[in-house]
Each structure stands twice: as structure tokens, then as C-alpha cells.
């Protein structure tokens, strides 16, 4: 089965940067969309940004667009997600995920999911 492991959250003061990765492993994810969905406590899981696989079109939030940047490199198997100027709102366990068709916001239309990874914005 494919397995999705992100890496890279960790405790930043605002106004800092992150870069997150997602790997891929156990098999292919070549064609499929990828993305990136955020949670808080107490809060529904969000969209943040997606990237389709062979054109690299992209899509983002209205929260982090100008901020954040998802990228992939598909001869790794690899997805990242470039973090910038972060705020304390943006607190949450980072996910990303696999798709087989085009990219969506809508998380329950994605097919492989990681276990996430926890980015703490300070003020």
C-alpha cells in the first residue's frame, strides 16, 4: 500500500519560515495530485494548497496565498510545502495527501493520507 510520511514541523516564533516534506513509499503515486490540509484543535480540517502532477498547476488557500508555496519533485516520490512569514493562526498538524484525478480542496475526494507533522507558530 502507498504510504505518505510528512517530516519538517517543529516550533517557530512568527514571521519565521518552514519546509515541509511529504515522502512517498510502498508504491507509486505517478499521475496523482497532491496536497496539503491543516487542523487545529477544535477546528475541521482545512485546505491549504495542491499541485497536479504533470503540469504543476497549483492551488492555494486565500489564508496562505503569497505566504506558502507547494512544490513536488515526482522523480523522488516527494511533495513540499515552503512556509513563510507564519503566523500563530497558522498552528496546526500538517497533512498531505494523494489523489488519483485532478487536485481538489475538498479532502474527502483524496485517496492516501500521511499521519501529519506539528508546526507551533509563537508570537
Known amino acids: 500500500q502507498v504510504q505518505l510520511v510528512e517530516s519538517g514541523g517543529e516550533l517557530v516564533q512568527a514571521g519565521g519560515s518552514l519546509r515541509l516534506s511529504c515522502a512517498a513509499s510502498?508504491?507509486?503515486?505517478?499521475?496523482?495530485?497532491m496536497g496539503w490540509f491543516r487542523q487545529a484543535p477544535g477546528k475541521e480540517r482545512e485546505f491549504v494548497a495542491a499541485i497536479s502532477w504533470a503540469t504543476r498547476n497549483t492551488d492555494y488557500a486565500e489564508s496562505v496565498k503569497g505566504r506558502f508555496t507547494i512544490s513536488r519533485d515526482n522523480a523522488k516520490n516527494t511533495v513540499y510545502l515552503q512556509m513563510n512569514s507564519l503566523k500563530p493562526e497558522d498552528t496546526a498538524v500538517y497533512y498531505c495527501a494523494a489523489r488519483s484525478l485532478r487536485y481538489s480542496r475538498r479532502a474527502n475526494e483524496y485517496n492516501y493520507w500521511g499521519q501529519g507533522t506539528q508546526v507551533t507558530v509563537s508570537s
Open positions: 510502498g508504491g507509486t503515486i505517478s499521475g496523482y495530485a
